[in-house]
């Protein structure tokens, strides 16, 4: 069976991944002087609670040498490996170089979803579920590859200190933040390496109704995966979730809790809102 690999963007814990069938090596995050890796050695509340006391976080793609470790154990295998949005991480980049180094290239795929957290979680869950059906390396790429052309991701943040630090904002849009009661939506380019503004909108509730338009137009209903992840803000995500069942009924819905290593780029408080096809 193809093995599944992928890292903690998926907001999978390595063993929770190990229980679902694959492995997940995990981001890591430096905060108060120390480097941690998300879900093993630190955990989203305890983050919260120094970046409240604080402290300013950086973050950073797993080190090659634990890439490469965790290929070794599957040597001779073959081995699927789902990374996070080159661009927005280093990730992509260093599971290639790891595949180099560990000397099976030839039986390593290294996929840059272009996506993050609630897509690249359910297509990691989808390759999962073609390995147990017995799907090829090559055909289990194929349907990624059509997967991922479906997703697409708004952020709606609220500090633009921690976009800015990560460089991940056009100018225009750091400026916009900085204005009162102003909310930018963010979103994916189109090679999904940097995030832009999408639209302007006054106040979360208003940002919230554009992204419930922009999916209307977009046709999502019964065949879709809603995605809505949060930085331990529940309330504002299930704002966001009753505005997006009301408008469409049929999709289908995940909520999850944001890790350390994407709370470091889209801020405290920050929701994201994000979909792909079932």
Same mark, same amino acid.
Not at 126 to 136: F, I, T
Not at 220 to 229: E, H, M
């Given at each position: ?57 950086t973050s950073s793609q797993p080190s090659i040498g634990e890439v490469e470790a965790m290929y070794r154990r599957f040597q001779g295998e073959e081995i699927i490996n789902i990374t996070m949005a080159y661009g927005l ?97 963010? @979103? ?68 999850? @809790? ?21």
């Amino acid at each position: 069976m193809v093995h599944i690999v992928s890292d903690s963007s998926t907001l999978y814990s390595p063993a929770q991944a190990e229980a679902a069938g694959f492995t997940v090596v995990p981001l890591s995050v430096t905060i108060a002087g120390k480097s941690c890796r998300e879900y093993v050695e630190i955990n989203t509340q305890e983050f919260l609670a120094l970046i409240q006391q604080g402290h300013i976080p950086t973050s950073s793609q797993p080190s090659i040498g634990e890439v490469e470790a965790m290929y070794r154990r599957f040597q001779g295998e073959e081995i699927i490996n789902i990374t996070m949005a080159y661009g927005l991480s280093g990730t992509y980049a260093s599971a290639l170089t790891a595949a180099e180094l560990c000397g099976q290239s030839e039986n390593i795929t290294v996929i840059n979803s272009r996506t993050l957290c609630g897509p690249h979680r359910y297509l990691v869950e989808r390759a999962v579920q073609w390995a147990r059906e017995g799907h090829s390396r090559a055909a289990i790429t194929e349907k990624l590859n059509a997967l991922m052309d479906t997703a697409k991701s708004y952020l709606l943040p609220t500090d633009f200190d921690y976009l800015r630090r990560g460089g991940r904002l056009s100018p225009l849009v750091s400026h916009v933040g900085k204005l009162a009661n102003l909310s930018p939506i963010m @979103t994916q380019t189109s090679t999904g390496e940097r995030l832009t503004a999408a639209a302007i909108r006054r106040g979360y509730a208003q940002a919230v109704k554009y992204v419930v338009q922009e999916m209307k137009k977009a046709g999502i209903g019964k065949d879709w995966q809603v995605l809505i992840s949060h930085a331990n803000v529940a309330d504002k995500a299930q704002q966001a979730l009753q505005a997006l069942k009301e408008a469409i009924p049929d999709a289908q819905y995940h909520v999850h @809790t944001l890790g350390p290593a994407f709370i470091t780029q889209g801020g405290p408080g920050c929701v994201t809102i994000q979909y792909i096809h079932s």
